[in-house]
């Protein structure tokens, strides 16, 4: 079974939205009306659904339809449209210049497999970026999970999960994502594996900068930290 939806039903469990996130985005968008946004791999549409006043149109995508189904059930917002499409399927799904915003959290770039992929994207979403558009993402930092030799991420837990997550490094080139979710109501354990591609920042801002962004900002957090090699989030806000 697909990792995400053995997790949807605890996914915002998991990953809550933080105001954190909500005033990322709208610190770093336009104020004008009639304003349109991207969410890439939305999962279960906490975000867009938070920040759904403040845009005209929120496109909001993800390719696990359990995640969307939560998403639709949840939300009561008239100018959100959720729909299955992958990541480098937006060219196909949407028209040139369609957006203001277009944001990727939740470590998503990372599941594309190489920096082929991932260049490809970048291609992807200035394409469908208006002219001063913002192209806001973040993922982990792995230039500090690599250059440490970390074995993995802080254990997420709260009332309902315990929420593990390791790290290995396979031979290819790639990283073995592994996690393990106790609920703790009824003891049940579920176990996934994924394998991520672990980009590298100075791989990502020489991406960028090939792709045409004109300008490329880099955080340690939501809150516009300074980048700090030894943080554990990467947070780009890039203007085409």
Do not use: W
């Amino acid at each position: 079974m697909d990792f995400y939806t053995r997790i949807s039903k605890y996914y915002n469990d998991i990953f809550p939205i933080n105001q954190a996130q909500i005033s990322f985005v709208l610190s770093s968008s336009s104020e004008s009306g009639k304003m349109k946004l991207l969410d890439v791999g939305c999962g279960t549409g906490g975000l867009s659904i938070a920040i759904s006043p403040h845009f005209d149109l929120i496109s909001a995508i993800d390719t696990n339809d359990d995640m969307l189904e939560i998403a639709r059930n949840t939300s009561s917002a008239k100018n959100i449209d959720f729909q299955n499409c992958g990541m480098l399927d937006i060219d196909k799904d949407f028209n040139d210049s369609s957006f203001d915003t277009v944001l990727c959290f939740g470590n998503t770039i990372v599941h594309l497999q190489s920096l082929k992929e991932i260049e490809l994207f970048f291609r992807k979403v200035k394409q469908l970026l208006k002219p001063s558009g913002k192209f806001l993402f973040q993922l982990i930092n792995y230039d500090n999970v690599l250059s440490n030799s970390l074995a993995g991420l802080p254990t997420i837990e709260n009332d309902r999960i315990k929420f593990e997550r390791s790290y290995s490094l396979n031979e290819n080139g790639l990283m073995d994502f592994t996690t393990i979710l106790t609920v703790k109501k009824t003891n049940d354990m579920l176990e996934s594996n994924v394998k991520l591609f672990p980009v590298r920042k100075l791989q990502i801002e020489t991406a960028l900068i090939e792709t045409g962004f004109e300008t490329i900002k880099t955080y340690s957090s939501f809150k516009k930290d300074p980048y700090n090699p030894q943080s554990l989030p990467l947070v780009f806000e890039c203007s085409k």
